[in-house]
């Protein structure tokens, strides 16, 4: 583990531009630094080192913000900038129920914040693991508008799609905005996507079609690199890249030999595609994803 003393959370936080009204909160990616401590945590080991952003959209005084980030002092300047910028009203969106997408509810407490019922129903599930984790997530602020399926919005004036998928975790939410702009959640990662429901693989490679089948020209990913999201986001294709990875790990089934490649062997088809970068830390979740898909049988 890193020896460095923690830097203050939030000092480090970049917010970039991807579409116009559309704002990017990114951190991390930042090679030996840390935020909570130098022990193994979720906060630095997952969502620091992998890299995070939450989104917003703004237009007028009315802003949605997507995931409300993986701090307190992270979601404040959220909200602090989104304010600053004239929103006087402001909702919350959560992509999924898992803890560096929730931690800053607190932060939000007095705002509508939305999920799907499956999001609600884990959360709940899952309270006492949240609020004693490490850091601990207290108090954990509850979903207050629940939906099933989809739910339309408008930002302002802007026409806003909620849609259930499940994909990563069974309870995620996309969003997509104008213009084919998706905000993706966890859904997809750049480069490989996390596995968290090892049993249920198929599942979520029903819904990666699914997906597919919104016609999203631009993707924007919770976890992914931030010149690509500063730049606009990602392609179709890193769909297709996540849709070859996921089939490469069902055949580890059958081909438990695959275990023993690295990443960019075991993924070389999905680097071809050409929407995904190799970067070093997705070494420890492919092996991880490994580990979970041939435990799980």
């Known amino acids: 583990m890193n020896g460095a003393p923690p830097i203050v959370p939030g000092s480090t936080l970049r917010v970039l ?3 116009p009204g559309v704002l990017a909160f ?20 997952g969502a620091f080192a992998l890299g995070i952003a939450s989104y917003a959209v703004i237009h007028g005084d009315d802003a949605l913000v997507y995931d409300t980030h993986i701090t307190l002092a992270h979601a404040r300047i959220v909200r602090r900038t989104l304010e600053e910028k004239g929103a006087r009203r402001i909702r919350v969106v959560l992509s999924h129920w898992h803890d560096d997408h929730v931690a800053g509810n607190e932060a939000f407490a007095d705002c509508e914040i939305i999920a799907n019922r499956a999001t609600d129903a884990l959360l709940r599930a899952n309270r006492a693991r949240l609020e004693g984790g490490d ?18 919005l408008t930002v302002g004036t802007l ?22 702009l998706l905000l993706a959640g966890d859904t997809l990662e750049d480069p490989v996507t996390y596995v968290d429901e090892p049993e ?6 029903a819904g990666l079609k699914r997906l597919a089948a919104l016609g999203a020209g631009r993707i924007l990913p919770n976890h992914g690199a931030p010149d690509v999201i500063a730049s606009g986001g990602y392609p179709p294709a890193l769909i297709d890249a996540t849709v070859l990875y996921v089939e490469r790990l069902l055949r580890l089934r059958r081909a438990p030999e695959l275990a023993a490649l690295d990443l960019r062997a075991f993924a070389a088809a999905a680097f071809a595609t050409g929407a995904i970068r190799h970067f ?18």
Request: glycine share 6%; proline share 11%; net charge negative.
């Open 159 to 180: 026409p806003v799609e909620l849609i259930q998928m499940d994909i990563h975790s069974r309870d995620g939410t996309v969003a997509l905005l104008p213009d084919g």
């Open 26 to 45: 990114y951190d991390g990616r930042i090679p030996g630094v840390r935020l909570h401590g130098s022990q193994e945590n979720w906060l630095d080991d």
């Open 200 to 205: 249920r693989l198929d599942a979520h490679l």
């Open 280 to 297: 070093p830390p997705y070494e420890a979740v492919h092996q991880r994803n490994v580990a979970a898909v041939l435990a799980a049988g």
């Open 17 to 19: 531009e991807p579409a």
């Open 135 to 152: 850091p601990p997530i207290k108090p954990l602020v509850l979903p207050n508008r629940l939906f099933e399926d989809r739910l339309s």
